[in-house]
């Protein structure tokens, strides 16, 4: 999908109104329409538009054969209209998200950077949605796409594209049936309802249901779930249990792990 910015310049007359605003001002100015509706007026100087409508509902184009135009955008009781007065000029641009540069598209060469919760490649538009905690890795996956870092009870690298590598297969075949039920002793399965989490197999006879931690496990529980956060080993910062209704005392001093 290409999308497009147009700008037009000239000489104009804009006009704003809103619910109880009405604002009338003329100069020469720079108009750019993005493809989101949003319409930006800017004059000679600061980084602030002198009129604008973020996202509007509808933007309509008026244009005469002598090269005027007349622009108006209207969203929920604003309206905004900038009418040319003489000549004018205007031009059309592609446009992507712009963000960090994390590769490059094995498909088409083109640059990908990550942006709004996304890897893009600029070229070829190809775009690869990311869990909203997902870190860039520093590896690049056979595919020739980078890897994205994902928490989930462990840190997993896997391919940006979900087709290559999938996050949850990686995370089932670390932690499904790795920890027993605290209720009744069954297997927790890793099952995935929107979000990815652990529930007892003996569902729905069992209504256990733990969310998979956003951080790594650092031990076990007397209860059999896991422990999770510390900060690593050199952090004082106290683990707690995956339950965080679990019962296990946990604010005597802890003895050093032993193996059970
Ligand atoms: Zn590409
Ligand atoms: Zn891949
Ligand atoms: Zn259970
Ligand atoms: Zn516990």
């Known amino acids: 999908m290409t999308q497009t910015v147009r700008v037009y ?11 109880d605003e009405l ?3 003329r100069g020469r100015v720079v108009v750019v329409h993005k493809p989101d509706g949003t319409v930006l007026v800017h004059d000679a100087e600061g980084y602030q538009p002198v009129a604008w409508l973020t996202r509007s509902s509808a933007v309509h ?6 090269g005027e135009f007349a622009l ?27 963000g960090t540069a994390v590769g490059t598209c094995p498909d088409c060469d083109g640059t990908l950077v990550r942006a709004r919760g996304a890897v893009t490649c600029l070229d070829c538009r190809a775009e690869y949605p990311l869990p909203r905690d997902a870190g860039m890795a520093d590896s690049t996956c056979d595919c020739g796409l980078p890897r994205m870092s994902v928490v989930r009870g462990a840190r997993f690298e896997i391919c940006v594209d979900r087709e290559c590598e999938d996050l949850d297969a990686a995370v089932r075949e670390r932690f499904d049936r790795e920890w027993a039920c605290p209720d009744c002793g069954a297997d927790l399965r890793v099952v995935r309802e929107r979000t990815l989490f652990l529930r007892c197999e003996d569902h729905p006879d069992c209504d256990e249901t733990f969310a998979l931690p956003r951080e790594t496990v650092s031990g076990a529980c007397e209860c059999g779930l896991p422990e999770v956060g510390g900060g ?3 952090s004082d910062e106290a683990t707690r249990c995956l339950d965080s209704n679990c019962d296990e005392d946990r604010s005597s001093p802890r003895t050093p792990e032993t193996d059970r």
Do not use: F, M
């Not at 310049?9 to 619910?19: F, I, K, L, W």
């Not at 184009?61 to 002598?66: A, G, H, K, R």
């Not at 108006?72 to 712009?98: F, K, M, N, Q």
């Open 9 to 19: 310049a000239g000489e104009c007359t804009v006009t704003y109104h809103g619910s």
């Open 23 to 25: 604002r009338i001002q």
């Open 232 to 234: 690593g080993s050199a």
């Open 61 to 66: 184009l008026e244009q005469t054969e002598d």
């Open 72 to 98: 108006i955008a209207v969203d929920d009781g604003e309206r905004l209209r900038v009418e040319s007065e003489g000549d004018s000029a205007r031009a059309s641009h592609d446009v992507t998200p712009a």
